[in-house]
């Protein structure tokens, strides 16, 4: 990998179109900047070009802040499952596998051991991106058993709270009572505490939030990739409601996860004594 | 023809804020020129969510940014 691979060959640089001349000037890497962050969002370009996603998802805006906040984009590689983060995943200029539905923590797993194992001079980042329909219902036991293996990948779940691309189906993280298109009835039972499981299981960072402060959930996601890249699994459960499904407006997004920030995705941020330890020591030497 | 989001940038540039652009959900849409410290919109991209006309206005009482219809080319 590297940033090789986005080199330009001379001969065909006249033809190339302006988003893929840009990616070789104007992105950011870790081998061209000391430290990435959200901050350069306005002025470089993004690993994210032109997504599918409907207009004001908030999804789409929390994957911009996740990509700004990689510390090694060249050195990473996403794996994503099933869902409308799928739909994104064509349009980003970075390593990425789609797995099957559920699937993505187990696959996510045996990509890191072979990369530990071919590169074990460089340090390489996995990170699951997948939404909650894959990481809480069909992929709980995967997610839960990479968990309990101690395996050194992020997780992040893009907490929707429905199967949205599907037309509105109930999920394991579906609110109590919240009535879908698709599931007239209501849910019967609460929602899945997933960042508890999570620290039960054996995470070392588990946090519960909304996307809606771009900078929080950059500085989270940086954490969570130094934390699983020298002690163990890390897990973020990211607030980001498909507008279309609870019939919001799209520029009503943003409000609607401002009001969540007080309830059901009430700060939540737990980190291990051994992790509190490493970022305490990563922000002395100023890679945090 | 459709809603773009526009900058005044007149009144933008009093600011300095940055906030809209790292609200905006599209990648590379809503950028910052730091010349003339102003936010602005790039046309063929914006899908008109108004997610920055609310970050602007509602959020920052600023009113720098509107939504203006544009026409296509053959039209």
Known sequence: MGTNIYKINPEFRDIMPKEIIDLEENATWSATTDKRGIKELPETKELLEEHSLCAGCPEAAALRYVLAALPKPEDTVIVNSTGCTSLMFPHIALHTVHSLFGNQNAVATGIKRVLDWRFPEIEKDVVVLAGDGATVDIGLDYTLQSFFRQENITTICFDNEVYANTGGQESGATPKGQVFKMAPTGKKFEKVRMWELAVTSGCHYSMNMTASAPKAVAKAVREAIFVARYLGPTFLNIYTPCILEIGLNANEGLREMKEQDKERFAAFKFVSPEAEELLAKLKEEGRL | ?75
């Open chain 2, 1 to 75: 023809m459709y809603y773009v989001a526009k900058v005044n940038a007149d009144m933008c540039a009093e600011y300095k804020c940055n906030t809209c652009t790292l609200y905006c959900p599209e990648a590379n849409t809503l950028m910052f020129d730091k010349v003339g410290n102003t936010s602005w919109v790039d046309e063929d991209r914006c899908k008109g969510c108004a997610l920055c006309v609310y970050v602007c206005t509602d959020m920052l009482s600023r009113n720098c940014i509107t939504m203006e219809m544009v026409h296509g080319k053959e039209e």
